[in-house]
C-alpha cells in the first residue's frame, strides 16, 4: 500500500500493460528484487505515451540510478533518440554505465556523474522531454534548470510528487520528512499556478506531474 491508490488499482493497471522486451523486463525485475527505486511500470507507460505524443528524440533525466528508466526511453525512441541523464551516486553511476553497455546504448545514452544541482548548468543542447526523478527537496532547481533548455511545445515530468500520500495530508506525514514535503507542496503550488506552464498531477505510481512549457 503507497497511500497513492489501492493494491488491486496499480495491480489491476500494471497487469494490462504489456511487457515489449524480455532482456528489459528481466532487468527491471532485477532492480525490484533489489529493491531499487525505479519508475513504477505504469510510469513507464505514461512515459511510453508521450514519447510517442511528441515524436521525441531528446530527452534530460535527472536521476539515473542504475539506468533502468533511460534505458527504458532510449528504447522507446528506438535507438534513434538521445537520454542525457545524471547521478551523483558513484556506486550507481558506475553500475549504469554497465547496464547501459549490456544494452548496446552507449552511444544513445550520455551518463554525467555528479550532482544535478551543479551540473545541470553545463549540459548542452534542448530536450522534449525533462524527466525529473532524484533528490525530492531540490524539484523545483532542477524544473527551472531544465525548462531553459526545453524545445516549444517540450514536456517535463517530476516523479514521486505526491510522495507516498505525504504531500496532499498532514495525517501522512512522519516528522523527519517534514522539511520534503513542505519543499513538495511549494514545488507543486509553482509549478501549477505559473504561468508559463500548463501543470496536472497524476496519481500514478507514486504521484507525477506533468507539466506543458507553453
Ligand atoms: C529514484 S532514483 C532514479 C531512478 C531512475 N530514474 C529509474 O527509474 O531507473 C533517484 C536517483 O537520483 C540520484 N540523485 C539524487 N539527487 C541527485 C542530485 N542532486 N544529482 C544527481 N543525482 C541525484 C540518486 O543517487 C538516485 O540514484
Aim: proline share 1%; glycine share 6%; with cysteine.
Amino acid at each position: 500500500m503507497d497511500n497513492i491508490n489501492r493494491d488491486y488499482i496499480d495491480a489491476y493497471i500494471q497487469n494490462l500493460i504489456k511487457n515489449e522486451d524480455e532482456k528489459l523486463e528481466n532487468f527491471r525485475q532485477q532492480c525490484v528484487e533489489r529493491g531499487l527505486p525505479i519508475i513504477h511500470k505504469e510510469v513507464g507507460q505514461y512515459l511510453r505515451l508521450v514519447i510517442n505524443q511528441l515524436h521525441a528524440r531528446s530527452i534530460i533525466e535527472v536521476g539515473t540510478n542504475v539506468g533502468y528508466s533511460s534505458i527504458f526511453m532510449s528504447m522507446v525512441m528506438k535507438n534513434e533518440g538521445k537520454v542525457v541523464t545524471l547521478e551523483r551516486s558513484e556506486k550507481f553511476y558506475e553500475e549504469a554505465l554497465k547496464n547501459i553497455q549490456s544494452f548496446n546504448l552507449e552511444k544513445n545514452i550520455d551518463v554525467h556523474f555528479g550532482d544535478a544541482v551543479e551540473n545541470l548548468d553545463k549540459i548542452e543542447g534542448t530536450f522534449d522531454i525533462a524527466f525529473i526523478d532524484a533528490a525530492k527537496s531540490y524539484y523545483r532547481t532542477f524544473f527551472d534548470k531544465c525548462s531553459m533548455k526545453m524545445k516549444s511545445g517540450g514536456i517535463i515530468i517530476s516523479d514521486n510528487v505526491l510522495y507516498q500520500g505525504m504531500i496532499a495530508t498532514d495525517e501522512l506525514v512522519v516528522r523527519r520528512k517534514k522539511t520534503l514535503v513542505r519543499n513538495m507542496r511549494n514545488y507543486l503550488e509553482y509549478i501549477s499556478n505559473d504561468e508559463r506552464y500548463i501543470t496536472t498531477v497524476l496519481p500514478l505510481g507514486d504521484g507525477l506531474a506533468v507539466t506543458l512549457i507553453k
